[in-house]
């Protein structure tokens, strides 16, 4: 969960990473002690980045390499992910107190923008500023006008230079305190009163961890399913 967008990693040679009895203890040291020597003797791929059917019918003992992004991967037990997920088992000190504040403040909207990597990820690219001011103006026509503005980026001064938020009052740019917890983060992201999301499975999970019928989501298109 501390990287959503990141893919399984592929290896260029799995058989000499397979050999190392280091890198195998590493590869395997989450599952149950009697598995923990087994070999994967299946390799399969995730087609592209869209859901992939034939990989819910693998086989025992098969190595998955791709990046899951679906939410079709795992529709039957969407449930149970999102109970786990919001249960933190040791919540930093930051996390609560940031929490409380955020809970007993006034409602608030948060603004996603997915910089970072993306701005030179191939086939990635980032959702621009005419998409965020397409946002804002949806919002309006809701009647969210004036509703307080919390950006979260993981280049948040990057996100402060664009020129969508200038002369926009009510804006505050969302600072993570140092080493801590992702997923805490996008967990205070997933508190928010309406959520504009940027082309990122991250602010996808804060959307769906708390779904509303009375939450406004807004999110690019088009978005991979």
Same mark, same amino acid.
Request: net charge positive; aromatic share 14%.
């Given at each position: 969960?501390?990287?959503?967008?990141?893919?399984?990693?592929?290896?260029?040679?799995?058989?000499?990473?397979?050999?190392?009895?280091?890198?195998?203890?590493?590869?395997?040291?989450?599952?149950?002690?009697?598995?923990?020597?087994?070999?994967?003797?299946?390799?399969?791929?995730?087609?592209?980045?869209?859901?992939?059917?034939?990989?819910?019918?693998?086989?025992?003992?098969?190595?998955?390499? +791709?990046?899951?992004? &679906?939410?079709?991967?795992?529709?039957?037990? @969407? /449930?149970?992910?999102?109970? #786990?997920?919001?249960? =933190?088992?040791?919540?930093?000190?930051?996390?609560?107190?940031?929490?409380?504040?955020?809970?007993?403040?006034?409602?608030?909207?948060?603004?996603?923008?997915?910089? +970072?990597?993306?701005? &030179?990820?191939?086939?990635?690219?980032?959702? @621009? /500023?005419?998409?965020?001011? #397409?946002?804002?103006? =949806?919002?309006?026509?809701?009647?969210?006008?004036?509703?307080?503005?919390?950006?979260?980026?993981?280049?948040?001064?990057?996100?402060?230079?664009?020129?969508?938020?200038?002369?926009?009052?009510?804006?505050?740019?969302?600072?993570?305190?140092?080493?801590?917890?992702?997923?805490?983060?996008?967990? =205070?992201?997933?508190?928010?009163?309406?959520?504009?999301?940027?082309?990122?499975?991250?602010?996808?999970?804060?959307?769906?961890?708390?779904?509303?019928?009375?939450?406004?989501?807004?999110?690019?298109?088009?978005?991979?399913?």
């Amino acid at each position: 969960l501390a990287s959503f967008n990141s893919g399984v990693v592929t290896l260029n040679h799995e058989e000499e990473f397979w050999s190392s009895r280091s890198n195998q203890r590493k590869r395997t040291r989450f599952l149950p002690p009697k598995q923990r020597t087994i070999r994967p003797s299946i390799d399969s791929a995730e087609a592209s980045f869209l859901f992939d059917s034939r990989l819910l019918n693998s086989q025992d003992n098969t190595y998955l390499r +791709g990046y899951f992004q &679906s939410w079709k991967y795992f529709a039957e037990v @969407g /449930e149970e992910i999102k109970e #786990r997920v919001v249960k =933190l088992s040791s919540p930093s000190k930051w996390y609560l107190e940031t929490l409380d504040s955020l809970r007993t403040g006034p409602p608030w909207i948060a603004v996603h923008m997915r910089i +970072g990597n993306y701005v &030179s990820h191939p086939g990635m690219g980032v959702a @621009g /500023e005419k998409y965020y001011r #397409r946002a804002f103006r =949806l919002l309006e026509q809701m009647g969210l006008a004036g509703m307080k503005i919390v950006v979260f980026s993981y280049s948040p001064e990057v996100a402060a230079g664009s020129s969508v938020f200038a002369n926009r009052p009510g804006v505050d740019f969302f600072q993570s305190q140092e080493n801590s917890d992702p997923i805490e983060t996008l967990l =205070l992201m997933s508190e928010a009163s309406g959520l504009v999301m940027g082309n990122s499975t991250y602010s996808w999970w804060a959307a769906y961890l708390r779904q509303s019928t009375n939450r406004p989501v807004i999110y690019p298109r088009p978005w991979l399913d």
